[in-house]
T-cell receptor, first 109, second 114 residues
């Protein structure tokens, strides 16, 4: 079966750095997405990786290793507003989007 | 206007009621989606429409009935729901229905079945 694993919950301190990991086992691969979802709000698109390596976008970076079936989302200079759930999703060989259950990130002062 | 708008934001209904959820997108996208989001579970894809044609069903119970009258509007008709159907229902749109481009989500309808 197809599966995406990410930690259920993480806690970090304001101003620090946190890395949220995502591992996937899917039938083929056509790209990996990260979304942010604040409580009671819509998921919003953060990043897209289709080739190996690091994509940087401001305080957020996303890394992909296709050979390892692994990605991470790196958040730097954490702010209280970064408290949210972070969803990892993979497009498989049939162009179906497979979703992880999300990682709830709690930022403490 | 925000990109994807869903109404109502909250809905409480009995198991014998009939109601409809509405979604509208103002992004000029060609694909629209219905998802079910339950606590601590992955998003469950319910329906996909691409160019107003349904392309995915994912074995959703018949008590959920989608309707896509045009590329900007999507409805989810509900009838005879069960308590386990209580969840957040999210609508999304994308440029194409090929899973390549990002999806843009509405804020969802929080549905509670009594």
């Amino acid at each position: 079966g197809q599966n995406i694993d990410q930690p259920t919950e993480m806690t970090a301190t304001e101003g620090a750095i946190v890395q949220i990991n995502c591992t996937y086992q899917t039938s083929g691969f056509n790209g990996l997405f990260w979304y942010q979802q604040h409580a009671g709000e819509a998921p919003t698109f953060l990043s897209y990786n289709v080739l190996d390596g690091l994509e940087e976008k401001g305080r957020f970076s996303s890394f992909l290793s296709r050979s390892k079936g692994y990605s991470y989302l790196l958040l730097k200079e954490l702010q209280m507003k970064d408290s949210a759930s972070y969803l990892c999703a993979v497009t498989d060989s049939n162009y179906q989007l497979i979703w992880g259950a999300g990682t709830k990130l709690i930022i403490k002062p | 206007e925000t990109g994807v708008t869903q109404t109502p934001r909250h809905l409480v209904m009995g198991m014998t009621n009939k109601k409809s959820l509405k979604c509208e997108q103002h992004l000029g996208h060609n694909a629209m989606y219905w998802y079910k989001q339950s606590a601590k579970k992955p998003l469950e894809l319910m329906f996909v429409y691409s160019l107003e044609e349904r392309v995915e069903n994912n074995s959703v119970p018949s008590r959920f009935s989608p309707e896509c009258p045009n590329s900007s509007h999507l409805f989810l008709h509900l009838h005879t729901l069960q308590p386990e159907d209580s969840a957040l229902y999210l609508c999304a749109s994308s440029q194409a229905g090929d899973g390549i481009g990002p999806q843009h989500f509405g804020d969802g309808t929080r549905l509670s079945i009594l």
